[in-house]
């Protein structure tokens, strides 16, 4: 499905597709047509004097790309990297951007129904990468606001 | 006069560059409104700068005059004296699409013509504090074709039998020009229009000769025969395109009345055959179609052997190279991983096929660097139009020396050193030659020199721009740091002179006592350091007072490939440009020393401090004591200091791959390439790294 169909059906509010991933024990979404593609954790060359989220570069393809760790940025305790590791690439305002996730678990259609913005309680600065929160039967999933989520 | 006449050479490029200019003004003014920071005020102002040294170089005074009173509003901005509110941006941008206008009018070869006083009037109005009304823009008319010039000419007899033969061969032309009482440069315009009737013809006669044309003898009228195979109103319109013109009379041979007194002059070989032999009104002296006529009409033996190349596409087999030579590494590596594990003669194949591949890459890439070459040249001739016009605005005397033009160097290098290279040129002759009186009085000749020289050393081009003037004063250049609040009083008398020398490199310091248009503004010489900066180059400065001062440039001959050292800190790669790499060492423990708890090392009598890079990097994981240092020594200008690196690995060519913009810039930190096993290194910036170790 290429991004204009996406983003039609988004403007119809009637469903949008997300890719759910884990971190720590939480479940977290980015709009689809965000990602462009997940791959491997694989060796990331530290930048020194960056922020402290920035992992380093990576070589994706030819080019060099900055990877940030979202568990660092969101403040969550840090863990070793597992085999479930990936590295999510998305498109931002300054390119494209790798982010370290424990493991990505499904894309999933939410329909604008389940969709409810966040609830005031955890409305605080914290949560500002926070976009909505999505309820399935199962879960909570948190869809971020990957602007914020990124800005430097 | 030849120098007037290559300027058209350099149109293309001042075009290009103007237009990136005007882009940048455009879009960052538009911002400023709604977030004015003081960083993008100074982007616009550059931008602003830019415009006006590039078209005053080029002699389009219109232009340069405009951006000059945008840069006195942008400069007011700059300093907070007054606040960007709707009327100023309105009269900005007015200013910026009447300046795109006049790109276009000059792309079209009638020059800067426009007319600008009422934005002019704006602006002053907006400095003098009144309110402006939101400025218009409108293209001044195009010349005037009214007909009925009284000039008209006389032709000699034989003439006349000639142009009627070739009349009845095909359409003969005639055109009379007048052109206006200020043109500047009268020749152009002539060249212009021969240009423009031997496109598709050939001239037959004018007046005056041909001669007198390109010496620029002639008052304002001249004229032309010609034949031409072309749609008359499309000549018509193109002949409207030259510009200056008052007045022109175009149409068929034989329309046009003739006045007594004057004659036409037959162009040689360019009257019919039977005529032009032997006839006594044939005019010796335009023996060969010199100037304007030969750079008209490119000869055509050589279409065919050279093509152009869109520059997009050379970048782009550039990168696709770099691709190469990064896989080409990777290959190579592993062979040698492969011919370690198995002992197998195909494995050995492999490794000759990849040594093969390996030198056709490197000639590859040599070819296509080449095809990229262009001699400094390029960048050179625009300066003697700036000297001359400089020193005459100054009432100095200047020698320009212009020597090594022929050295040649990428074309991005030349697309970005030409601008530095004048903001230098422009403060030697403002600031440096003093005016003839005072240089008879210190003893010298009246008549100031200034060299610009450029050559190749090692694998850069080093360029100087020496001046024998009144050199810096350094106590002058203290005073504004102190002042400027840049350093303290107490710091500054401590400072050695080459220290101090460094902030003429600061921005907003300008030892010049008054603003003048041509430099002193503070603007140019932070820029020049960036810039040149920004390429991986040097810059440097001497100066003695009295005798003059020289700077010298040092920079890469391309920008995306360079010779590396590899070095491994705290279990990182990090390359460091081998252009900055003076040697490398291997030292003792106990040869580290301490002065004021710096750590030096003392190297054949030179004290050379030293610098642990990972702590410069903040990468200090594990200290092991050990008794042997692996030290590189680097150089900028006559600093030297020494890099203790955990492990040398080897010299390398890598690829430069710009740090994304989501990391910014990172001090000690150029840029990342990517090496045979795949992995990402960082570039170092030596100079971030040396600079950053003041303290």
Request: glycine share 8%.
């Amino acid at each position: 499905m290429d991004q204009d169909t996406i983003r039609l059906e988004k403007s119809l509010q009637d469903e949008q597709q997300t890719v759910v991933f884990r971190l720590a024990d939480e479940s977290y979404g980015i709009e689809i047509f965000r990602v462009n593609e997940i791959i491997r954790l694989r060796e990331i060359t530290p930048v020194p004097r960056t922020e402290r989220h920035v992992k380093g570069l990576v070589n994706l393809r030819g080019k060099t790309i900055p990877v940030i760790d979202l568990r660092t940025r969101f403040a969550l305790p840090t863990c070793e990297e597992t085999e479930s590791s990936r590295i999510i690439v998305v498109e931002s305002e300054s390119g494209q951007i790798g982010v370290v996730v424990d493991a990505v678990t499904e894309v999933l259609t939410l329909d604008a129904d389940s969709i409810e913005e966040t609830p005031v309680l955890v409305s605080d600065s914290e949560n500002q990468f926070v976009r909505a929160v999505a309820k399935t039967n199962s879960k909570l999933i948190t869809l971020l606001d990957l602007d914020h989520a990124l800005a430097a | 006069m030849s120098a007037e006449l290559d300027m058209s050479q350099y149109i293309d490029l001042f075009l290009q560059e103007g237009e990136e200019q005007i882009e940048i003004l455009e879009q960052e003014l538009l911002k400023l409104e709604s977030d004015p920071t003081d960083e993008r005020m100074q982007t616009i102002f550059r931008a602003a700068h830019t415009l006006k040294g590039s078209s005053r170089a080029m002699g389009f005074s219109n232009f340069a005059e405009l951006t000059h009173e945008m840069e006195n509003v942008l400069d007011q901005l700059r300093n907070h004296t007054i606040e960007v509110d709707r009327n100023i941006a309105n009269s900005l941008l007015g200013c910026i699409d009447k300046l795109s206008d006049m790109m276009d009018s000059i792309r079209s070869g009638e020059g800067d013509k426009a007319e600008c006083a009422d934005l002019v009037e704006a602006l002053k109005a907006i400095l003098s504090g009144k309110v402006s009304p939101a400025a218009s823009s409108q293209v001044g008319g195009a010349p005037a074709t009214a007909a009925g010039i009284p000039f008209p000419t006389q032709v000699p007899p034989d003439l006349h039998d000639a142009l009627t033969e070739a009349k009845s061969q095909g359409a003969v032309y005639h055109v009379q020009f007048r052109l206006t009482e200020d043109c500047v440069m009268k020749f152009v315009r002539a060249f212009m229009a021969v240009s423009v009737a031997q496109e598709d013809g050939e001239i037959l006669a004018c007046h005056p000769n041909q001669e007198m044309l390109e010496e620029e003898e002639f008052d304002r009228d001249f004229e032309l025969v010609f034949t031409n195979t072309g749609d008359m109103a499309e000549i018509r319109s193109k002949f409207e395109a030259i510009g200056e013109v008052d007045a022109f009379v175009f149409g068929q041979w034989g329309e046009l009345t003739a006045e007594p007194g004057r004659h036409l002059e037959i162009v040689e070989g360019g009257a019919p055959a039977p005529v032009a032999s032997g006839t006594p009104a044939a005019d010796p002296a335009p023996a060969a179609q010199t100037g304007a006529a030969a750079s008209a009409t490119p000869r055509k033996a050589d279409t065919g052997q050279t093509v152009r190349v869109d520059v997009a596409r050379l970048d782009n087999l550039m990168n696709l190279v770099g691709e190469l030579v990064i896989d080409r590494t990777r290959i190579a590596q592993i062979g040698t991983d492969l011919a370690l594990r198995y002992n197998d003669n195909q494995i050995e194949d492999l490794g000759e096929t990849v040594s093969h591949i390996g030198r056709i890459t490197s000639d590859l890439q040599d070819q296509i660097m080449k095809a990229r070459m262009l001699p400094i040249e390029t960048v050179f001739n625009r300066f003697p139009r700036v000297v001359r016009d400089l020193a005459q605005k100054l009432g100095k005397e200047i020698q320009l020396n212009l020597v090594g033009g022929e050295t040649e160097l990428d074309r991005s290098v030349i697309e970005v050193i030409g601008d530095p290279l004048l903001h230098i040129l422009r403060n030697s002759i403002d600031h440096g030659v003093e005016m003839p009186d005072e240089r008879i009085a210190a003893g010298k000749p009246a008549i100031g020199t200034v060299t610009v020289s450029a050559k190749h050393q090692e694998n850069h081009i080093v360029i100087e721009i020496i001046d024998d003037g009144k050199g810096i004063n350094l106590g002058r250049v203290k005073q504004k740091a102190v002042d400027a609040g840049l350093v303290t009083a107490d710091a500054a008398a401590k400072m050695s002179d080459k220290e101090a020398l460094q902030f003429i490199f600061h921005s907003g310091l300008s030892t010049a006592a008054e603003v003048s248009e041509v430099s002193g503004r503070g603007v140019g010489m932070d820029i020049v350091r960036s810039n040149i900066q920004k390429l991986g180059g040097l810059i440097d400065l001497d100066t003695a007072q009295g005798k003059g001062t020289r700077f010298s440039l040092r920079l890469p001959l391309t920008l995306a490939i360079i010779r590396g050292l590899l070095v491994d800190v705290a279990k990182t790669v990090f390359v460091l440009p081998l252009g900055s790499v003076v040697e490398t060492l291997l030292i003792k423990k106990d040869d580290i020393q301490r002065i004021n708890q710096r750590e030096v090392v003392v190297i054949r009598g030179v004290t050379t401090p030293l610098v642990r890079m990972g702590e410069v990097f903040g990468r200090n994981v594990e200290q092991t004591p050990c008794e042997d240092f692996y030290v590189v020594i680097v150089g900028l200008a006559e600093k030297r200091m020494g890099l203790i690196v955990d492990k040398l690995i080897g010299e390398q060519e890598v690829v430069i791959k710009s740090l994304s913009r989501f990391c910014g810039d990172v001090a000690g930190v150029s840029g990342a390439t990517i090496l045979g096993d795949g992995n990402v290194a960082l570039i170092a910036d030596i100079n971030g790294i040396v600079m950053g170790d003041r303290g």
